[in-house]
């Protein structure tokens, strides 16, 4: 009787701890998915940041991840130290300049800047960074209501760092050391002629001034004239006297002489041996001349030298139309991130 009733009382006390356990641990659950519910850690948080994509051969789209030794991995999509900011880590070290803009209205003409500080640290490439107007902020009468434009956005394209005037140079990004800067023209370079297909963005040197010189296109704002001194040319010194003295005293920089064998004369065609017009040059010194004085043979002898590459870009958008309105516009330049670097209002 006894045993009995003590494996009675032992089955109670097990359901009662079963039914207590039961009951403890059904509360523990509900409380966390409850807490879980309720509050949002930061890795849950996204936000979206616009994602571009880059074809070497159109400049409305770039993708690109921007790094270098002025701050690299800064500004990656989804870095926790930035994911919350709307202002570029290069904010500061590249600054918009207005040209042009405003004045011109061919596209081929119309310009802004972009200056790299003189303290960054190492390169900066922009190649994928946004420019875009201020159409959105101005206001138009449309069917008896006032509504608001719509903005363009265009990509800085890739280019190349030694131009030729071949067809293999190298397209690569586009990047500012410190001081540099970069001439960003809406439109496309225009050719008269054909002797120089410039088809791409290219970063200037101590020859360019041959192509300015020449009638093949029109710079806006005209290219440097920066080419070595004739007279300091290999091989002057050994040149016969009027060959000579045409280089030393005739010849300015970035000038590609005029050799012909004929020349007219009134309603006369008259043969000779002529430079700029004047006769009596030798084969040999017109052979000096063609293999020296112009922008191809500039490149050949001088693309080792030190100072050879100048601290300008010409970068050119391909855009039909012009993109900086005269008044009432601002000018906006995002990284490849589509956080804000610089903007200038006029």
Same mark, same amino acid.
């Given at each position: ?22 009951? &403890? ?108 107007? !201020? ?43 410190? !001081? ?6 809406? !439109? ?19 020859? &360019? ?120 516009? &601002? ?16």
């Amino acid at each position: 009787m006894s045993g009995g009733f003590q494996n009675d009382l032992l089955f109670f006390f097990l359901v009662i701890g079963a039914l207590f356990a039961l009951w &403890t641990g059904s509360g523990q659950i509900s409380k966390k998915q409850s807490n879980e519910s309720l509050f949002l850690t930061p890795a849950s948080l996204q936000i979206a940041v616009p994602k571009v994509n880059f074809d070497p051969n159109n400049s409305s789209s770039i993708d690109n991840n921007n790094q270098s030794s002025a701050g690299s991995g800064s500004n990656s999509v989804g870095n926790s130290n930035n994911s919350f900011s709307t202002t570029s880590p290069w904010k500061g070290k590249i600054k918009l300049g207005r040209g042009n803009a405003g004045s011109s209205y061919r596209s081929s003409e119309e310009y802004i800047t972009l200056q790299a500080a003189s303290n960054n640290k190492g390169e900066v490439n922009i190649s994928g960074w946004i420019l875009e107007n !201020g159409f959105n902020n101005r206001y138009y009468e449309q069917n008896g209501e006032i509504v608001t434009g719509v903005s363009k956005r265009v990509a800085i394209p890739f280019g190349s760092v030694l131009f030729t005037g071949l067809d293999h140079d190298v397209v690569g990004p586009i990047t500012l050391k410190a !001081g540099e800067r970069a001439i960003v023209t809406t !439109g496309s370079p225009t050719a008269i002629r054909t002797d120089f297909d410039i088809t791409r963005s290219f970063k200037t040197n101590k020859c &360019t001034g041959y192509i300015e010189q020449t009638p093949d296109y029109n710079f806006v704002p005209s290219l440097p004239l920066t080419c070595p001194d004739p007279r300091k040319e290999i091989g002057v010194p050994q040149l016969a006297e009027k060959c000579y003295k045409y280089v030393t005293q005739r010849l300015g920089r970035c000038r590609t002489p005029d050799i012909s064998d004929y020349k007219r004369i009134g309603n006369e065609v008259v043969r000779g041996s002529y430079v700029d017009g004047i006769d009596g040059f030798s084969n040999l010194c017109k052979n000096y001349l063609k293999e020296h004085f112009n922008y191809q043979s500039c490149l050949k002898y001088h693309s080792g030298d030190d100072d050879f590459f100048k601290g300008e870009w010409r970068v050119y958008l391909g855009q039909v139309w012009e993109m900086w309105a005269k008044e009432r516009e &601002t000018i906006t330049l995002y990284d490849a991130n589509g956080l804000l670097v610089d903007q200038i209002k006029y």
